[in-house]
C-alpha cells in the first residue's frame, strides 16, 4: 500500500478511527483474523509472539496473579480503553478491582510490555499513550537487552522518571510495595547452546 502523499491529502483532512467504533467492529467479527490493536485512531498490525515473549508473559501473569489476589487483577493481553482514539492492548496489567464487563477498564495500577519486535512501539509511542492516560507505573521488559525499564512519573504525556534495571534487580509495583518482582525471574532464560 502506498502512503498518502500530504501534499494531496493533508493530514489534518484524515478522519482517526474512534474506539467505540472499533469495538463494534471487533463486535462484529471484522477482525477476527487479525491481532491488531488501536492507536490514536490508526490500526496497528502486532506481529506474531515468539517464544521467549510468550515465556516472560506467562511469567508475569503467573507471579503477580498470586502475589495480588485479592486486592487487585491481573489481565493479560486483553484492551484497556486509553482514550476515544486508542485501546492498546498490553501484555500484563494490574487492574483495580472490578468486572469491566460493560467496558473496558479505563485505569490500571501497573502496565507491562514485552519488548522484542516491539521495543521502540513499546518505548516511544506506547509510554506516550501511557503517560497521557496518567498511568502511574509503566515497566517495558526489554529482552533485546535483558533489561525492565520502569517508567513513573506522567506529567504532559510522558513520564518523568525512567530508570533501566538490569537482571540483578528487583523492583516493586507503586501501588504493592509488597509485591518484590525479581528481573532475572522474569527474563528467559538463555537458549541452550548446541554442539
Known sequence: MEPLDPEVVPPSTLRPLRR??????????VFDDERLELLYGRLVAMRPQGQRHVWSVRRLNNL???AVAGRAQVQCQGPVAASDESEPEPDVVILPPGDFLDDHAHDALLVIEVADSSRL???????RLYAEMGIA??????????ELVVHRGPEAGRYGEVVSHGAGAAVA?????DVVVRVAEILPPAPAATP
Open 64 to 66: 503477580l496473579a498470586v
Open 121 to 127: 512501539k513499546d518505548l516511544r509511542l506506547k509510554a
Open 20 to 29: 467505540a467504533e472499533y469495538d463494534r467492529l471487533v463486535a462484529a467479527g
Open 137 to 146: 507505573d509503566y515497566w517495558v521488559l526489554d529482552l533485546s537487552r535483558d
Open 173 to 177: 509495583p507503586l501501588a504493592f510495595p
